[in-house]
């Protein structure tokens, strides 16, 4: 190991953290449980950034050659051309590929992430209807918004600490000691802040996005920058090689753990492992040895310098990819991916990003270039609907989707004798329920709450609709008596109902008091999860764009880990019911639907655990031809 410290302004070796950080976040984002915490890559941007910036702004301010203007011009300059390429495009996209009823979601995205409010419409989280985090090709501009929001105010923050200790500090060694104080209680005390009880304040807001956690980790680049700026170098660093060789050690095994990044300590205290260990390759990488070599080597680098359009491009790639196929990508899926993202990072990095960068403007002209005109582009196709092309209901609606609780009569006109409540997944089947009644004579009054099924003395999470299951709940519960059949639709293989310890002895007193009463008891389960639906396919199918074919997707694809776990789950509950209760009846309406989920055609699913009300009317048409009754005429008498 050599102790020949580096002189040079530029340094290759923060370009190989740069490759670091962005393969970490791509290599976690294609498949997680290949880098488990591979989103630290972003930590790691937080803290280079907050180096380099910080950097520049401490020694402008300290000499009185700061300018805002400059400042900005150059931030204007390096982030936003790629930036709006990327939402432009994804707006665009989105209004080709999306359904309908999806694109308001990436619509208030890009609103958010023009006036850099990305990370707070995100910590609100997504609505109960809305698509996942990982089919929003906009998601990922959170951590920009931060970036923006930090250099919003850390330059009059540090301005205002300059001048502050300048008039107290008899030197400008005094005065680096005093600010590094500074930035050192304020970053601790923000990261610190991850402990804020925000429910308490009446904030439901996911932490992980909040900009005052994060302004910790960009400050531990900050006090770094202030550390090293200008700082004499001592000849004898025979240490610092062994300690960036700890460093990268500790980071690449910060990266494979597992479930260890979570709760209120991430981000927050827990974020002082990775960001510590960057701060240490910072410093120890000045001098050359084996690790600032390698992360100086000409391949590294090159991903380095790529890595703003290389995070940009390879989250809305990865986003419109798994809106069609599902969340876990198959090989042949991510061998696609890849080098399209390349693809793309390489044109907007040669011919957007580079080009505008180094384009000689004034500050006014690159906001009205660069911002103002981009922008206005962004909010047109943000609030306008006229490109939309819609899609039938049937095939994207189940029964009342949209609605926390609904309640209704099904069946025939008749009085209801019938009682069939639960959660989404009861609502889901309304369609069917209501054909299947008009057709066997009976009535029901039908009770859907989200997330909530029909149990005695029971609540499953509050948060989730509202308060609504509860009440829904302690109503029926005085109610049930006046009907002679009770037909219990629930999601039965929910992944998250199981983990509540009150579930199994809810449904144990359901049953035993429902029986005890006289009354006929259905327990009725109609979906597995899926990896997707296909609704999604189907309607470019319906544009035209693809050709139909069923057999586009294998088994796998179509159905993965979630339909393994939904439907063991399912027979868990199932087995259960049938030994303790075998008066129950189990009705299993998931073996109707077809392995390709179409049928003529068409898809029967809404979502990737729910159907559609093509699929329930495919349910009831089946009942039909096969001779079915789902309510035996005896238990409709009279009594």
């Known amino acids: ?290 690790l600032s070599r390698l992360l100086s080597w000409a391949p590294i680098v090159w991903i380095g310098k790529i890595s703003y359009s290389l995070y940009l491009w390879h989250w809305v790639v990865l986003a419109f990819l798994r809106y069609y196929v599902g969340s876990t990508l198959s090989m042949r899926f991510v061998l696609l991916a890849t080098p399209l993202i390349f693809v793309l990072s390489l044109i907007s990095y040669y011919c957007i990003e580079q080009p505008l960068r180094h384009k000689s403007v004034s500050i006014k002209q690159a906001l009205g270039y660069y911002y103002v005109v981009p922008g206005i582009v962004v909010l047109f196709f943000s609030c306008t609907h006229l490109f939309e092309i819609p899609f039938p209901d049937q095939y994207v609606r189940y029964s009342s989707k949209n609605q926390l609780q609904v309640e209704t009569t099904l069946g025939a006109p008749v009085p209801p004798k019938v009682l069939i409540a639960g959660d989404s997944h009861a609502m889901h089947l309304f369609r069917f329920f209501d054909l299947v009644g008009k057709r066997e004579g009976w009535g029901a009054y039908a009770s859907g709450v989200a997330s909530e099924p029909f149990l005695f003395d029971y609540d499953y999470d509050p948060t989730l609709n509202m308060g609504k299951g509860k009440l829904r709940n302690d109503s029926l519960a005085r109610a049930y008596m006046q009907y002679d059949v009770v037909i219990l639709a629930s999601l039965w293989g929910s992944t998250a109902y199981p983990l509540d310890p009150n579930f199994l002895p809810a449904i144990d007193r359901t049953l035993r008091q429902l029986l005890a009463a006289g009354k006929h008891v259905i327990m009725t389960y109609s979906c597995y999860g899926r990896a997707q639906s296909r609704v999604r396919e189907s309607y470019l199918v319906y544009r035209g764009i693809l050709d139909p074919d069923p057999d586009r997707f294998t088994p796998e694809e179509l159905n993965g880990d979630f339909y393994v776990e939904t439907k063991g789950n399912a027979e868990r509950v199932q087995q259960y019911v049938q030994a303790h209760y075998p008066q129950v009846v189990w009705v299993n309406l998931a073996d109707l639907i077809p392995p390709t989920l179409l049928y003529e055609g068409m898809p029967v699913m809404a979502d990737i655990h729910h159907l559609n009300d093509y699929g329930a009317e495919m349910m009831s048409q089946i009942y039909k031809e096969r001779g079915w009754r789902l309510i035996p005429q005896s238990y409709l008498q009279d009594k």
């Open 1 to 290: 190991m050599a102790n020949q410290l580096s002189t040079s302004s530029y340094r290759a070796d923060l370009d190989g953290l740069r490759a670091i950080a962005v393969l970490s976040v791509f290599i976690f984002h294609l498949h997680a449980p290949w880098m488990p915490s591979g989103f630290l890559g972003v930590d790691i941007f937080f803290v280079l950034s907050g180096y380099l910036i910080s950097t520049i702004l401490y020694r402008e301010i300290r000499d009185n050659r700061f300018s805002y203007g400059q400042f900005y011009l150059r931030r204007i300059r390096r982030i936003l051309p790629a930036f709006f390429a990327v939402v432009i495009t994804s707006l665009l996209l989105a209004y080709i590929f999306f359904v309908p009823e999806d694109l308001p979601h990436v619509q208030r995205s890009a609103i958010a992430s023009l006036f850099f409010g990305a990370n707070i419409y995100y910590s609100q989280g997504v609505g109960y209807f809305d698509p996942s985090s990982e089919e929003n090709p906009l998601l990922h501009i959170w951590s920009l918004s931060v970036e923006e929001q930090f250099y919003f105010l850390f330059p009059i923050l540090l301005s205002l600490l300059i001048a502050f200790w300048r008039r107290r500090c008899a030197s400008e060694e005094s005065l680096r000691t005093r600010l590094l104080y500074s930035v050192a209680v304020i970053g601790g005390g923000l990261l610190m802040s991850s402990f804020l009880p925000l429910k308490d304040f009446g904030l439901n807001w996911e932490r992980y996005y909040l900009p005052y956690i994060r302004f910790g980790e960009l400050m531990v680049g900050s006090f770094l920058a202030i550390a090293l700026c200008d700082a004499p170098h001592k000849r004898d660093r025979a240490l610092l090689p062994w300690l960036g060789t700890l460093a990268i050690v500790l980071l690449i095994v910060c990266f494979f753990l597992d479930d260890f990044f979570v709760g209120r300590k991430f981000p927050g205290p827990l974020a002082i492992l990775p960001c510590g260990a960057v701060a240490v390759l910072i410093w120890a990488n000045r001098q050359k040895y084996w």
